[in-house]
């Protein structure tokens, strides 16, 4: 705990404003260093699909059934399911995916609260900083699901549409599960586009169902177009 009070603390001092340039460039380094340590674990995971949604959820909730439902039918398809590798949904969509046999990935941040790691996780990539961890979801990761969640689900979900919408993205599929629970922003879009702040096409940028099945045919349209072929690991560099 005190060691999370004191990343917070640090993380919030760095936000404050102008700071010393040994701390500046001290917080540079620890940034470069969680990279490199995520390039080296992520990089040969294969295709991976990252899985959104609230850390709040219980066991007994019909989204984190519809969460692991989710996982189990991503591992079945070949993908590797990525998710914050917290409780709740997070914890759903890996628990299917290991329940099936497959490759259960948790990027996990440190937090005074709420961010524990779930037991379903094959490989684990803690981080100190939230940016570096939105990075690296979103730069090994060929779909993206989200499932009922708070702030955080939607800040993924947004920046994610926005990389996409700028072209930064391309062939990424966004799949959103709880039509009922999202249809505000389902509305929002319509009216985004009568307002023409974004285009009629931006609309396309998103899958709304409830249905599996349905995911897992939109999800399996893009990837023969963005699968990119992984070098293998090299054991003398010490990958595995």
């Given at each position: 705990m005190l060691n999370e009070k004191r990343l917070l603390n640090s993380n919030?001092?760095?936000?404050?404003?102008?700071?010393?340039?040994?701390?500046?460039?001290?917080?540079?380094?620890?940034?470069?260093?969680?990279?490199?340590?995520?390039?080296?674990?992520?990089?040969?995971?294969?295709?991976?699909?990252?899985?959104?949604?609230?850390?709040?959820?219980?066991?007994?909730?019909?989204?984190?059934?519809?969460?692991?439902?989710?996982?189990?039918?991503?591992?079945?398809?070949?993908?590797?399911?990525?998710?914050?590798?917290?409780?709740?949904?997070?914890?759903?969509?890996?628990?299917?995916?290991?329940?099936?046999?497959?490759?259960?990935?948790?990027?996990?941040?440190?937090?005074?609260?709420?961010?524990?790691?779930?037991?379903?996780?094959?490989?684990?990539?803690?981080?100190?900083?939230?940016?570096?961890?939105?990075v690296l979801l979103t730069k090994y990761s060929y779909a993206f699901v989200v499932l009922p969640g708070g702030y955080g689900t939607l800040d993924e979900l947004f920046e994610t549409l926005t990389l996409i919408q700028t072209g930064i993205l391309h062939n990424f599929p966004v799949v959103i599960m709880g039509e009922e629970y999202y249809k505000d922003i389902f509305e929002m879009t319509e009216r985004m586009i009568d307002e023409k702040t974004i285009s009629p096409g931006d609309q396309n940028l998103i899958k709304f169902t409830d249905d599996i099945d349905v995911a897992m045919d939109h999800i399996r349209s893009y990837i023969t177009k963005n699968y990119k072929i992984k070098y293998k690991a090299s054991w003398i560099l010490g990958e595995q």
């Open positions: 919030a001092q760095f936000l404050a404003g102008p700071n010393s340039r040994g701390k500046e460039f001290l917080f540079l380094f620890k940034v470069v260093i969680q990279f490199f340590r995520g390039f080296r674990k992520l990089h040969f995971i294969g295709p991976c699909v990252t899985v959104f949604g609230s850390a709040r959820f219980a066991e007994s909730n019909m989204y984190y059934q519809k969460a692991m439902e989710l996982g189990q039918a991503l591992s079945e398809l070949g993908f590797a399911v990525m998710t914050g590798g917290g409780p709740g949904i997070m914890e759903a969509a890996n628990r299917g995916a290991v329940q099936a046999g497959g490759i259960s990935i948790g990027c996990t941040i440190k937090l005074p609260k709420e961010q524990v790691s779930n037991p379903f996780l094959t490989k684990i990539v803690d981080f100190d900083y939230f940016f570096v961890r939105k």
